[in-house]
């Protein structure tokens, strides 16, 4: 089962991606991925987003389009940047998700509810 959280390691990739490529293309500016290892690209537009995952000798290909809004995304070029899967959901998710998450944590936590 496709888990994001079980990546061992994720890395960002800042400014705008081509979103034309597919697997290939976005493997070779990934490099040689090692398993569990994430890389997220976004558009130009910052309306898309996509995630390559090598899961074992299978790598998946992620897409996630936004209709309304723009991801907040690291912009211009620079190095690739590690980031923990709470950094990755926020970009995907914006911040008020993360608020929501916590939250719902917080009222989980109190006792009688």
């Known amino acids: 089962m496709l888990s994001l959280a ?7 990739h800042p400014g705008k991606t081509d979103m034309r490529l597919g697997v290939r293309g976005l493997s070779a500016m990934a490099g ?4 569990g ?3 997220a690209f976004c558009s ?3 309306k898309t987003v996509r995630i390559l995952l090598r899961e074992g000798p299978s790598l998946w290909l992620l897409t996630k389009r936004l209709e309304s809004g723009r ?8 190095p690739v940047s590690e980031a923990g899967i709470i950094q990755l959901q926020w970009l995907l998710d914006g911040p008020a998700s993360m608020m929501a998450m916590e939250g719902r944590a917080s009222l989980r ?5």
């Open 6 to 12: 079980s990546a061992r390691r994720i890395l960002v």
């Open 32 to 35: 040689r991925a090692a398993d």
């Open 37 to 39: 290892e994430l890389h």
């Open 44 to 46: 130009g537009d910052r």
């Open 71 to 78: 991801f907040q995304w690291p912009s211009g070029p620079g």
């Open 109 to 113: 936590e109190r006792p009688g509810l």
